[in-house]
């Protein structure tokens, strides 16, 4: 099991940039695939992108793609989601989450493939 601390929202002007971290503890942070998934009021979770063990794979869905970045430093424990250019529809409460088993392609996209989830923070985007 890994615990999961997001940190970094907060609120934000449409067009401007936010970058929202994901520390990890309790076990090998390289072991994990991490995805970021969000969360707006009234809706369902959704899936962002997710950053593969070693760094060298990532993938967003459209609707961030070209503005949001997926990074992580495994020295450091942690994952970064880079928001540059928010919209304010991407207003919503983000969530790190860990995958022990790893997966690939749309495997990645559903909450299914993460045991570990950290709390959410919330970001909000004025415009």
């Known amino acids: 099991q890994v615990q999961l601390v997001e940190s970094g929202g907060g609120l934000v002007q449409a067009g401007g940039s936010l970058r929202l971290s994901c520390a990890a503890s309790?076990?090998?942070?390289?072991?994990?695939?991490i995805g970021w998934f969000r969360q707006a009021p009234g809706k369902e979770r959704e899936f962002v992108g997710f950053?593969?063990?070693?760094?060298?794979?990532?993938y967003y869905v459209d609707s961030v793609k070209g503005r949001f970045t997926i990074s992580r430093d495994n020295v450091k424990n942690t994952v970064y989601l880079q928001m540059n250019s928010p919209k304010a529809e991407d207003t919503a409460a983000y969530y790190c989450?860990?995958?022990?088993?790893?997966?690939?392609?749309?495997?990645?996209?559903?909450?299914?493939?993460?045991?570990?989830w950290g709390q959410g923070t919330q970001v909000t985007v004025s415009s």
């Open positions: 989450a860990a995958s022990i088993l790893g997966c690939s392609g749309y495997g990645c996209h559903s909450e299914d493939a993460y045991d570990d």
């Open positions: 309790g076990r090998t942070f390289n072991d994990y695939t």
């Open positions: 950053i593969s063990r070693s760094g060298g794979n990532t």
